[in-house]
């Protein structure tokens, strides 16, 4: 989003919009931005330059990292703040440092749910969609395992 300098030098500006989900561009294989940037921001002329304050939000979209399922959430910058102090120019582009600010909330990791089940080792079932029937098995083969340290290795000859 490009601000024009002389135009805040005139008068403060107020920008309410979105700027297409393609300026975040984001490729991770667990994280999405395919939704709009929305920002609600004024801008004003102070001593030193133009201040840039205001509020951005964007919905990102996640693969769980347990169940692998898509879910949604919002990502929300309250306080975006940026002074522009280089008055030589006649305009800056303030879409990179709304990035920026954007993608220093991503998490590393996205959980849909704390409570997430995650899906079965065994046969993949979405455990939160119910039981599987696999963990009777896995305790069985657990106990199985103990069992066979159990037996005095001159048995087996
Ligand atoms: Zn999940
Ligand atoms: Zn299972």
């Not at 920026?100 to 899906?119: H, K």
């Amino acid at each position: 989003m490009i601000i024009h300098v002389n135009q805040v030098e005139r008068h403060p500006l107020h920008l309410e919009g979105e700027e297409p989900a393609g300026v975040l561009n984001l490729r991770e294989e667990f994280l999405r931005l395919d939704h709009p940037l929305r920002y609600r921001l004024d801008a004003e002329s102070i001593t030193g330059g133009i201040l840039v304050r205001g509020a951005l939000a964007t919905t990102v979209t996640a693969a769980c990292d347990r169940c692998l399922q898509t879910f949604e959430f919002e990502v929300e910058v309250e306080d975006f703040v940026y002074l522009h102090e280089d008055l030589s120019v006649s305009s800056f582009d303030l879409t990179p440092l709304m990035r920026e600010d954007i993608l220093l909330l991503l998490p590393q990791r996205a959980v849909c749910t704390s409570t997430c089940r995650g899906l079965c080792p065994h046969c993949g079932q979405n455990l939160n969609d119910g039981p599987c029937g696999c963990e009777v098995q896995s305790n069985d083969l657990r106990w199985g395992a103990l069992d066979d340290l159990s037996i005095d290795p001159g048995e087996q000859e």
